[in-house]
T-cell receptor, first 109, second 118 residues
Framework: QKEVEQNSGPLSVPEGAIASLNCTYS??????FFWYRQYSGKSPELIMS????GDKEDGRFTAQLNKASQYVSLLIRDSQPSDSATYLCAVIRTYKYIFGTGTRLKVLA | DVKVTQSSRYLVKRTGEKVFLECVQD?????MFWYRQDPGLGLRLIYF???????EKGDIPEGYSVSREKKERFSLILESASTNQTSMYLCASSLGDGWTSDSGNTIYFGEGSWLTVV
């Protein structure tokens, strides 16, 4: 079992719709969780971090964390073609950041 | 803003050459990392350093070594480059240790170094 698992996609959504990206992790002691966006040929850039159970909203993005079920999700409201990218989920385990392989999102105009 | 700078963006090296990839961060971060990213395999940790004096192997250290002589600088060394080391290499830095839930745990990436070994 991978430490951080994501569906590779592609996840295709129409412009204006809500995109829902999911991630599960195996280590219960993980404390901090992150979503990064990566455009093709570029390095990952931070979208959101979340540390507590529940929802955290930032603009069109909402991160959701459920430590009991060991999953973290990212919702993108009013999806735009510019949101088309690969989204990486990451967790920390004692200094080490463990990344999922990413979900490719395609927003169709 | 945090700045992580990888000085070499695109390199082409011959098999057997010694290769140095340099990385500098300007935010006084304690922790620095080297990852490689390959299609379908995601980001894989090569080495990391959580203190100037400390270096730790990641998941795929074979064929690599690192140097951290100053807090702001973390170098990745390919002792004898091979074709299977053709990849994008990403340097990153962070402040926290991951055990406290605060924004200091965020990891920041450089722009990447594309290495081709022929």
């Amino acid at each position: 079992q991978k430490e951080v698992e994501q569906n590779s996609g592609p996840l295709s959504v129409p412009e204006g719709a809500i995109a829902s990206l999911n991630c599960t992790y195996s280590d219960r002691v993980s404390q901090s969780f992150f979503w990064y966006r990566q455009y093709s040929g570029k390095s990952p850039e931070l979208i959101m971090s979340i540390y507590s159970n529940g929802d955290k909203e930032d603009g069109r993005f909402t991160a959701q964390l459920n430590k009991a079920s060991q999953y973290v999700s990212l919702l993108i409201r009013d999806s735009q073609p510019s949101d088309s990218a690969t989204y990486l989920c990451a967790v920390i385990r004692t200094y080490k950041y463990i990344f999922g392989t990413g979900t490719r999102l395609k927003v169709l105009a | 803003d945090v700045k992580v700078t990888q000085s070499s963006r695109y390199l082409v090296k011959r098999t057997g050459e010694k290769v140095f990839l340099e990385c500098v961060q300007d935010m006084d971060h304690e922790n620095m990392f080297w990852y490689r990213q390959d299609p379908g395999l995601g980001l894989r940790l090569i080495y990391f350093s959580y203190d100037v004096k400390m270096k730790e192997k990641g998941d795929i250290p074979e064929g690599y070594s690192v140097s951290r002589e100053k807090k702001e600088r973390f170098s990745l060394i390919l002792e004898s480059a091979s074709t299977n080391q053709t990849s994008m290499y990403l340097c990153a830095s962070s402040l926290g240790d991951g055990w406290t839930s605060d924004s200091g745990n965020t990891i920041y990436f450089g722009e990447g170094s594309w290495l081709t070994v022929v």
